[in-house]
T-cell receptor, first 113, second 115 residues
């Protein structure tokens, strides 16, 4: 089965600066890597995902990069805003081809005004 | 389209009791999975159901069980509750076949406190 490691566990950045969260995975056959955002007291929601056939994907201020050789992927948030404050989780499929996900431990991101 | 609905939202139990949590997936979604969220362990996979069959199971003791009904609604049960079972239990549904994008749609969760 898959194992996902995420770091840092907490991250504090100044508003307007960039934030980077990194994850590593163990199963080289994994081919789908989503990122979920969970605001305080709310449900986790998908913000971006990447499949193994591409190395990078962007959506406005958010981007995800994937390095299959090194088995790691990263979330990049640029021009951070107060509403970016949340816990972010990376994930990978529980088993090859499965929809079910193994999540990283989460990163609590705080944006300081 | 209504989202994933979980009931109850909050509940308090004492050690040794049992609890049943309910989840109604998004209409048309046939896959339902359950996760336990705790501050120290993050989101941990419990099990997944599809067409009333358990397809995958996480590393939890047999006290944790679940089922799915023909209308795709799912329940999970925890028997002989322990203090360490205090957590937010999240249900997620996902599409299947052509509707499967890989995205999990989570409910608001059921927060269980065991005293």
């Amino acid at each position: 089965g898959e194992n996902v490691e995420q770091h840092p566990s907490t991250l504090s950045v100044q508003e307007g600066d960039s934030a980077v969260i990194k994850c590593t995975y163990s199963d080289s056959a994994s081919n789908y890597f989503p990122w979920y955002k969970q605001e305080l007291g709310k449900r986790p929601q998908l913000i971006i995902d990447i499949r193994s056939n591409v190395g990078e994907k962007k959506d406005q201020r958010i981007a995800v990069t994937l390095n299959k050789t090194a088995k790691h992927f990263s979330l990049h948030i640029t021009e951070t805003q107060p509403e970016d404050s949340a816990v972010y989780f990376c994930a990978a499929p529980l088993i090859q081809g499965a929809q079910k996900l193994v999540f990283g431990q989460g990163t609590r991101l705080t944006i300081n005004p | 389209k209504a989202g994933v609905t979980q009931t109850p939202r909050y509940l308090i139990k004492t050690r040794g009791q049992q609890v049943t949590l309910s989840c109604s997936p998004i209409s048309g979604h046939r896959s339902v999975s359950w996760y336990q969220q705790t501050p120290g362990q993050g989101l941990q996979f419990l099990f997944e159901y599809f067409s009333e069959t358990q397809r995958n199971k996480g590393n939890f003791p047999g006290r944790f069980s679940g089922r799915q009904f023909s209308n795709s609604r799912s329940e999970m049960n925890v028997s002989t509750l322990e203090l360490g079972d205090s957590a937010l239990y999240l249900c997620a549904s996902s599409g299947t076949g052509l509707a499967n994008t890989g995205e999990l749609f989570f409910g608001e969760g059921s927060r269980l406190t065991v005293l």
